[in-house]
């Protein structure tokens, strides 16, 4: 253990050294193969498959991770001898290997968190994500399903939507408070197996088909979690509405804050940029995939609409209370996803801290949260979580009717 502590420290001093936007290559005799590669996590005593792309060009290498419809570009490599550091994406994690000719050998490791460090493995030129048996007449997982996952905190109901072609199945689910993003996997007899890492979440989902015609499987979330599910096709079981779970304290109507910018100005929503417009109020972090799903959309949106007299302004609670981390963390989301609204330092993602930054609201139950105000911030509507593109029909869905929404308060 006292030598895992020390490795992660170690992966700390050197990243602190070294530019956060250039690529280093030192003179080796290790080189780093272009071409598919099948990567391996190995937590919970388990084995978490994905894919991604090597490609070489003049200024150094990119990584591009693949799940299913998603390609994840990472273009923050960094070769130092026999070894590879790969920045992931927006999210304060790094993947750390050993060059070894057609093999990585390394660790996954999340910065932010006290010894979460797991063991990577991959190998050059693999693109099966799942090893497959002989063919045969495979069962059908495709269609929507009714899905209960079970653990020592109760029981959390949810969306299954699983695409099948032959024996490859994409899909993902849904619940009160996100979506599992883009999970890719095989049909193998009775057997269903899907993954994905985005850098940040690293799932597993097997499952077998009973003879009644319903699911059973598990479910292997990162370092620790553990889930058992079940499935039945039910193309009429909907969740709850987002827009109906999270609510005001009694005797508030209107929104206002009063945080710190990545600037150290304090913000308000009486300041002169939100005065008379309406205003969609975006609880994030930077840690959070679907916060970045959603961040992707706004970012798109605002760029379309600014001119209506609308704002967006991002209220980030990041991993660490220290305000320069907080900083460089919001600052690399907006440079990612080409962010032009104000993101704000909330502070950290606990209670004490939500209740500080936001005395109004009864409690927040999801990263991310989204609260649109009239243009008298006014509280018109309340959304819990998001459904982002892996969702498909549900995102499709989101979009109407947000446009919709945003359409009819400007017109007011």
């Known amino acids: 253990m006292r030598r895992v502590i ?41 084995e978490i498959p994905f894919l991604f792309d090597i490609k070489k060009n003049e200024g150094g290498y990119k990584m591009v991770l693949i799940n299913a419809d998603e390609k994840l570009i990472l273009d923050e490599l960094v070769i130092e001898d026999d070894s590879l550091h790969v920045q992931l994406f927006v999210f304060d994690a790094t993947i750390h290997a050993k060059i070894e000719n057609d093999k990585l050998q390394g660790a996954w490791v999340k910065n932010y968190a006290e010894d979460y460090v797991i063991p990577f493995e991959a190998t050059f030129g693999d693109d099966q994500r799942f090893e497959m048996g002989p063919q045969k007449m495979d069962t059908s997982f495709d269609g929507k399903w009714e899905v209960d996952f079970v653990n020592e905190n109760g029981v959390e109901k949810a969306i299954g939507l699983f695409s099948q072609n032959g024996r490859k199945v994409t899909g993902t689910f849904l619940t009160t408070t996100g979506d599992y993003r883009f999970l890719e996997g095989i049909v193998d007899d009775d057997n269903m197996k899907l993954s994905c890492f985005d850098g940040s979440h690293a799932f597993l989902f097997e499952a077998e088909m009973q003879e009644n015609g319903e699911i059973t499987g598990e479910f292997w979330s990162g370092k620790t979690g553990f889930s058992k599910w079940t499935a039945k096709r039910n193309d009429d079981f909907e969740l709850p509405d987002p827009y109906a779970l999270t609510f005001l304290k009694e005797g508030y109507e209107h929104f206002d804050i009063k945080l710190p910018s990545t600037l150290g100005e304090l913000v308000t929503l009486s300041d002169d940029l939100y005065k008379d417009k309406i205003v969609v109020v975006q609880i994030l972090g930077t840690w959070c ?76 139950i ?47």
């Open 366 to 412: 999801s990263f991310p949260t989204s609260i649109i105000l009239d243009k008298q911030h006014k509280v018109r509507k309340i959304h819990t979580g998001f459904s982002g593109p892996g969702t498909g029909v549900y995102y499709e869905k989101f979009v109407e009717e947000f446009n919709l929404f945003m359409d009819k308060l400007i017109e007011e």
């Open 6 to 46: 020390i490795l992660s420290l170690l992966v700390s001093l050197f990243w602190s050294c070294t530019s956060s936007t250039e690529q280093h290559l030192n003179t080796s005799d290790k080189i780093l193969k272009a071409g598919i590669w099948r990567g391996v996590l190995k937590p919970q005593g388990i």
């Open 289 to 364: 995939p679907n916060c970045m799903d959603e961040t992707a959309f706004y970012a798109d949106w605002y760029k379309k609409n600014k001119k209506r007299g609308v704002e967006i302004v991002g209220l980030a609670f990041e991993s660490k209370a220290n305000v320069e981390y907080a900083t460089s963390r919001i600052n690399k989301l907006k440079k990612k996803l080409g962010v032009e609204y104000e993101i704000l330092i909330g502070g950290t993602p606990n209670d004490e801290s939500i209740a500080e930054a936001l005395p109004m609201l009864k409690e927040l």
